[in-house]
């Protein structure tokens, strides 16, 4: 049977947030099976807790940020851990936050993989619940565009465009298919990326107080400033597939799914799941009882996440 994940120990870690630009502690703690993913604001009195689910992001400018309600309190920047957790296939997991975001540490999921696998993971006893995706869905805007499709395993494919030297010189079209690629080789360690030119207007706005080259790769007109350069020949566009994989899974469920997507963001991955969610007769719930009847892409990540 394929089987639900969650950690074998307590595991923590500091940092800045990378838009409020304070310094951020989270304690990654065990949970029961079919817990989901919950954060808890442990800075308030009485703590709050937020589910990972579509319904509750509330702010998708530069990030995924989750909200207790309406007017109620907020965790940000949720996605960089979230990719890590579906990568890792981890299914079940408290997450104690004392800020309003989630810590940026480089801008990868990389250091969340490596506080994962300290903790260690445990298989529970319950059934992996995957979200099977049956029929298209698909969300545009002008030339933007995300799509789901039916797809025996987890694919995604991504382009972009941003008439930038830096960027045009690199690849910007990548797919990434879990019965090939690994997630911890191929997508965990790139960073997110912005602009000189675009720091005093998203610092006016609250935004980004907490970035810098040691967390984010940064430009100026013509070229990457980072001194060690780039982790991958298609980073920027592998962190936009980063990024992909964190918003769909807080959907609550692994996808069987092919994600495809050009120029989308967090707001458009956040209104595919709510689009695909809202009709029942696109999607279903499955498990596997037998490892040899799950998708390759499956195997493979149970295999190399062990």
Not at 26 to 31: E, G
Not at 44 to 52: C, G, I, K, Q
Not at 117 to 128: D, H, N, T, V
Request: glycine share 8%.
């Amino acid at each position: 049977m394929i089987r639900q994940r969650t950690v074998k120990s307590l595991v923590s870690a500091s940092g800045v947030g990378l838009h409020g630009g304070r310094k951020v502690r989270i304690v990654l703690r065990p949970a029961a099976p079919d817990t989901g993913i919950v954060f808890h604001r442990v800075d308030l009195d009485p703590p709050v807790s937020l589910r990972a689910d579509p319904y509750a992001v509330c702010d998708t400018r530069m990030c995924s940020g989750l909200q207790a309600g309406e007017g109620g309190a907020k965790v940000g920047t949720v996605e960089h851990l979230m990719s890590a957790l579906a990568g890792l296939g981890i299914d079940n997991l408290h997450v104690d936050v004392d800020a309003p975001e989630i810590p940026i540490l480089d801008g990868s999921s990389g250091p969340f993989v490596f506080l994962l696998r300290s903790a260690g993971l445990e298989e529970q006893a319950a059934p992996k619940r995957f979200l099977r995706v049956r029929k298209a869905v698909e969300v545009k805007d002008g030339d933007k565009w995300v799509r789901l499709e039916p797809h025996d395993g987890f694919r995604l494919a991504f382009s972009i465009e941003f008439n930038h030297p830096a960027i045009d010189n690199t690849s910007t079209q990548v797919r990434v298919d879990f019965a090939e690629h690994s997630y911890e080789r191929d997508v965990a360690r790139a960073r997110t990326f912005g602009f000189m030119q675009d720091v005093e207007f998203m610092r006016a706005n609250g935004l980004a107080l907490g970035g810098s080259l040691g967390n984010a790769i940064v430009m100026d007109e013509y070229r990457v400033l980072n001194a060690e350069g780039l982790r991958y020949s298609d980073e920027f566009v592998k962190h936009k597939v980063l990024d992909a994989i964190g918003d769909l899974y807080l959907c609550g469920r692994p996808l069987l799914a092919s994600y495809s997507a050009h120029k989308a963001g967090h707001a458009m991955n956040n209104q595919l799941l709510r689009e695909l969610l809202e009709d029942r007769s696109a999607w279903e719930i499955v498990t596997f009882d037998q490892h040899a009847n799950a998708p390759l892409a499956v195997r493979n990540q149970f295999a190399l996440a062990s």
